[in-house]
């Protein structure tokens, strides 16, 4: 049956004597006693040559057997199933071996000492360093006392003991110095490699999370090269995983189904060489054959250390939202045109009454006021027909001119009468002086109108609208107050945004679109105003309004 050690079986009749195999523990007593050994061998050797009746000494031939055998047993000891000081035994037989080579002989040997001492130094500190110093002291008194040596040769003796001290103590001082200095250099590899693997968690944190995100994201080197590119970019351009430096697969065209873009035009070219894209729109075809509207944009990133200037490439595909705005256009288009026909009816037939010489001056008043609605509601159709959505919302399109704010109050408040008296609800105008401003008055009495709108439809009955214009400074402020639902705190900072509706409109019922609040606040902002909302549920809603009364 073989030896077994505690990392594994070792087997006594075959010793792994490979060096590469061994341990440091095991290589280190390997290599100190092989070292004797050869030390020895050769002096034998040396020996044997020059006087061989030495070799017939039994001291001499005991003290070089004990090392040969010793030796070989430190290459068949399974050592690292031992406990640590157990090598410590093997140095301490060296200094016998030794000795007894010394022994009756006038052969200086005793030079060799150095091996088992320094070893003990090196390997197992300073008390078993002066163990072997007193052996080596003991072998030496016991030959002087035996052999009766001169004082010359006892001085010698006690000299060269001197010397063992002295370098034994040399050694150990190094052999901790190197053992601090490993220790430092393992705790701070330690640190190297902690810090190493934190930074490669967070790059794949980093490279995770850029991979989550549906907008393409690439970072170019001046000279061409891809350093980086996330999942959606290397998505678009049909880039090899295993190779994403290739050649993209798909094609970037300047329109859709124009003409493809040369290789130093497209925009991966553009950012190695440093240009500033800023939401450039491109097209481009997939391996799938599909289209993609690319919005692009780019920011060069400066050297940071050893690390070169580069260039990173934004890439937002836009397709669905073109697409939205097309079919928004289309629906704007058809039913703005479906509208123009009734319109034209309307008004045709709000001017063959008013042709009537029956009607009170009331009644005409109340027709001229369905004829001015008609002509603005055509105006806004016409308007739809020959523009994009987009542009139909944009405020900056009618003359601007000195207007009465006073006077588009007064008429929207005589439009929104009739349907307020219908839902019994008091609307008011406060008197007041005429308010000059410089605006484009079609686009005010919109905002007027998508105000009252409001307060009047989410107003129940018996509540009241109140509607306040007054001249603050350089600005002409109109405040509309009502007792209607309100609005929640939560979607107050909300209302701006298209189609959307508060929970307590959603709640009662009421029908709208959701874009008035959105046109109202274009208009205002673009006439270099400003607008306001308070409102508290169940108590009511104020939205104040101001606008330069000169052109800025």
């Known amino acids: 049956m073989g030896a077994w050690d505690t990392t594994g079986p070792v087997r006594l009749s075959s010793p792994a004597l490979d060096l590469a195999e061994a341990d440091a523990r095991v290589r280190s007593i390997w290599i100190w006693q092989l070292a004797l050994c050869a030390v020895t061998g050769i002096v034998i050797v040396g020996v044997a040559i020059l006087d061989a009746s030495v070799l017939a000494i039994g001291s001499v031939a ?30 301490y037989l060296d200094i016998v071996w030794i000795a007894l080579l010394t022994f009756n002989t006038d052969l200086r040997l005793s030079h060799l000492w150095v091996f088992p001492i320094a070893w003990l130094a090196t390997q197992f500190g300073l008390l078993r360093l002066a163990g072997g110093l007193a052996v080596v002291a003991v072998a030496a008194l016991v030959e002087v006392l035996v052999n009766e040596v001169s004082r010359a040769s006892a001085l010698r003796v006690l000299i060269a003991l001197l010397a063992l001290a002295f370098i034994g103590i040399t050694v ?34 980093v490279s995770d999370t850029l991979d989550d995100v549906s907008i393409g994201i690439a970072r170019v080197a001046p000279d061409g090269e891809l350093l980086s590119a996330n999942a959606a970019y290397r998505g678009l351009y049909a880039l090899d995983v295993a190779d994403p430096g290739q050649p993209a697969h798909s094609v970037e065209y300047d329109s859709l189904r124009g003409t493809a873009l040369r290789t130093r035009d497209r925009t991966f070219a553009r950012a190695a060489r440093g240009e500033w894209l800023d939401e450039e729109r491109i097209w481009l075809y997939d391996p ?26 934004i890439v937002r ?7 939205a705005q097309q079919r928004r256009d289309a629906l704007a288009s058809v039913v703005s045109h479906e509208l123009r026909n009734p319109l034209t009816a309307l008004l045709g037939q709000v001017d063959r009454l008013l042709d009537r010489d029956d009607l009170d001056d009331d009644a005409v008043r109340r027709i001229r006021i369905i004829e001015e609605s008609g002509e603005r509601m055509r105006k806004l159709v016409s308007t739809i027909l020959s523009a994009p959505v987009e542009q139909v919302a944009d405020p900056d399109r009618g003359p601007r001119a000195v207007t009465d704010l006073r006077k588009i109050l007064d008429a929207s408040v005589d439009s929104f009468e009739p349907l307020a008296a219908e839902r019994d609800i008091a609307l008011d105008l406060a008197p007041g002086d005429p308010l000059e401003v410089w605006a484009d008055a079609f686009r005010l009495r919109q905002v007027v109108d998508n105000l ?8 129940p009955a018996g509540g009241s609208v109140t509607v306040i214009a007054r001249a603050v400074g350089a600005d002409v402020e109109f405040v509309v107050t009502d007792d209607g639902i309100g609005i929640l705190p939560a979607d107050l900072p909300r209302i701006y945004e298209d189609f959307y509706r508060s929970r307590a409109v959603l709640d009662s019922g009421i029908p709208g679109t959701g874009l008035g609040m959105r046109i109202v606040r274009e208009i205002v902002e673009d006439h270099g105003g400003s607008i306001g909302v308070e409102s508290m549920p169940g108590v009511g809603t104020t939205v104040t309004t101001r606008i330069p009364r000169e052109a800025g």
């Open 62 to 91: 005991i003290g070089t057997t004990g090392i040969f055998l010793t030796t070989i047993g430190s290459l068949i000891v399974p050592w690292r199933g031992l406990p640590d000081s157990a090598p410590a035994v093997l140095p």
């Open 172 to 205: 150990n001082n190094a052999a901790r110095q190197a053992a601090a200095y490993r220790t430092l250099l393992r705790r701070q590899a330690r640190r190297s490699t902690a810090s190493l693997e934190q930074v490669s968690i967070e790059k794949r944190r």
């Open 288 to 313: 799938d054959g599909r289209w993609h509207a690319l919005a692009v944009t780019t920011r060069p990133q400066p050297a940071h250390g050893e690390e070169e200037p580069s260039t990173v490439l």
């Open 317 to 323: 595909d836009v397709t669905d939202v073109l697409q």
């Open 452 to 459: 009252l709108s409001n307060a009047v439809k989410y107003t």
